[in-house]
């Protein structure tokens, strides 16, 4: 069993600076490929981002690609979403999920599928 807790959200204005972070309990962390998920008020979750077990492997949702950049250290246990130059529509509340076969799942658009998910935290990009 694997538990997420995200941490890093918050206001900022256009053009500005984030870094979420995903801490996870369980010692099977480093199987697990992770990803960030994000959701509007009203809207679907739609994916971010996700690395692959070893850190080697990453895939972006187009709408974010040079300006997020997914990372994770597996011996703290944690998966990181840094997030340069902010815009308005990245308001969000951020997932931040772990699957073994994360990657696979964010191409496919199956994400009930995905086996853990944390609480969530809220980014909010003002103009």
């Known amino acids: 069993h694997v538990q997420l807790v995200e941490s890093g959200g918050g206001s900022v204005q256009a053009g500005g600076s984030l870094r979420l972070s995903c801490a996870a309990s369980?010692?099977?962390?480093?199987?697990?490929?992770m990803g960030w998920f994000r959701q509007a008020p009203g809207k679907e979750r739609t994916f971010v981002a996700a690395?692959?077990?070893?850190?080697?492997?990453?895939y972006y949702a187009d709408s974010v690609k040079g300006r997020f950049t997914i990372s994770r250290d597996n011996a703290k246990n944690t998966v990181y979403l840094q997030m340069n130059n902010l815009k308005p529509e990245d308001t969000a509340a951020y997932y931040c999920?772990?699957?073994?076969?994360?990657?696979?799942?964010?191409?496919?658009?199956?994400?009930?599928?995905?086996?853990?998910w944390g609480q969530g935290t809220q980014v909010t990009v003002s103009s």
């Open positions: 999920a772990a699957d073994p076969d994360l990657l696979l799942i964010a191409r496919t658009g199956a994400y009930p599928q995905i086996a853990y």
């Open positions: 369980g010692r099977t962390f480093r199987l697990y490929a």
């Open positions: 690395i692959s077990w070893s850190g080697g492997g990453q």
